[in-house]
Nanobody
Framework: QVQLIESGGGLVQAGDSLRLSCTAS????????IGWFRRGPGKEREFVAS????????NYADAVKGRFTVSRDNAKNAAYLQLNNLKPEDTAVYYC?????????????????WGQGTQVTVSS
């Protein structure tokens, strides 16, 4: 069992940056793949980025590739999502999710544990 808490969201202007954190409880964080997802206003939840258990491989949605960076620090039981050059269309609630397994995973249904989300709002 793992509990996830996201933080770091806020209201920013287009072109600004934010760093989201996902802090986990439990001693098995280092064995979990981490995914980041978002749900914009009136939209379906969508995949943003994911990283495997040791940070060796990661994957990004095309919409954020080159602007967002996912990372993790297993010693701190934390994962991060660096959001650069934010756009109004990035406005959403951002969620982190976790699951066991050696790879990264891009589908929400593949994840077992979810945080409560953190709001990111980007004004034009």
């Amino acid at each position: 069992q793992v509990q996830l808490i996201e933080s770091g969201g806020g209201l920013v202007q287009a072109g600004d940056s934010l760093r989201l954190s996902c802090t986990a409880s439990g001693r098995t964080f280092s064995t979990y793949a981490i995914g980041w997802f978002r749900r914009g206003p009136g939209k379906e939840r969508e995949f943003v980025a994911s990283i495997n258990w040791n940070g060796g491989i990661s994957n990004y949605a095309d919409a954020v590739k080159g602007r967002f960076t996912v990372s993790r620090d297993n010693a701190k039981n934390a994962a991060y999502l660096q959001l650069n050059n934010l756009k109004p269309e990035d406005t959403a609630v951002y969620y982190c999710a976790a699951r066991g397994g050696p790879y990264y995973y891009t589908k929400g249904e593949e994840y077992d544990y979810w945080g409560q989300g953190t709001q990111v709002t980007v004004s034009s």
